[in-house]
């Protein structure tokens, strides 16, 4: 199975600025996505990460506030961009190895908090 | 109406009870999950069911596709159990995305 390593694990981060959550992949995956959890709540996914290209963002979400990248078959970051205290929560990169009823993987999660 | 609901929200059981988490799903689906996520935020999974039922350990999930009904079953428990467990679905004919529920709070009293 996959070993995700997400970075960072938590962060305290001043309104109007932007963080960088890495995801690192042990092997090679089909398919990486982030998702964001607000506190209180589900997860609710954000977009899922392309290899080579753009990412595919779900409705209420825009490349120009989470910009993702995706360079390779192991590697993805998500920016949350000119934070506010409402982009405070909990953000996962999740991965999936093969068909779609593949099982899942998750990586530990960066807790955010925009003061 | 959420597309999953879980219940309970929240459950505290005495260390050793046999503890049973309900999911009720109103689409079809090809696949249902159960994730385990610890107090810091990370999520583990737990079992992947398309039918009949799944057992690791003291854990036991079952899903009854006609009923659109899924149950977690932790027998012995202990307070390492302690966390909050969801339920997710994978929509049939959908888009492969996941619809999650809300997830209950179990706690395990020493």
């Known amino acids: 199975s996959a070993v995700i390593s997400q970075k960072p694990s938590r962060d305290i981060c001043q309104r109007g600025t932007s963080l960088t959550i890495q995801c690192q992949v042990d092997?090679?995956?089909?398919?990486m996505f982030w998702y964001r959890q607000q506190p209180g709540q589900s997860l609710t996914l954000i977009a899922t990460a392309n290899q080579g290209s753009e990412a595919t963002y779900e409705s209420g979400f825009v490349i120009d506030k989470f910009p993702i990248s995706r360079p390779n078959l192991t590697f993805s970051t998500l920016t949350v961009s000119n934070m506010s205290p409402e982009d405070s929560s909990i953000y996962l990169c999740?991965?999936?190895?093969?068909?779609?009823?593949?099982?899942?993987?998750f990586g530990n999660g960066t807790r955010l908090t925009v003061t | 109406k959420n597309e999953v609901e879980q219940s309970p929200q929240n459950l505290t059981a005495q260390e050793g009870e046999f503890i049973t988490i309900n999911c009720s799903y109103s689409v079809g689906i090809s696949a249902l999950h159960w994730l385990q996520q610890h107090p810091g935020g990370g999520i583990v999974s737990l079992f992947m069911?398309?039918?009949g039922k799944k057992k690791h350990g003291r854990l036991i999930a079952t899903i009854n596709i006609q009923e659109k009904h899924s149950s977690l079953h932790i027998t012995a428990s202990h307070p390492r159990d302690s966390a909050v467990y969801i339920c997710?679905?994978?929509?049939?004919?959908?888009?492969?995305?996941?619809?999650f529920g809300t997830g209950t709070r179990l706690t395990i009293i020493p």
């Open positions: 997710a679905v994978l929509r049939r004919f959908g888009n492969e995305k996941l619809t």
């Open positions: 092997s090679q995956v089909t398919m």
């Open positions: 069911l398309s039918s």
């Open positions: 999740s991965v999936r190895q093969g068909a779609y009823n593949s099982p899942l993987h």
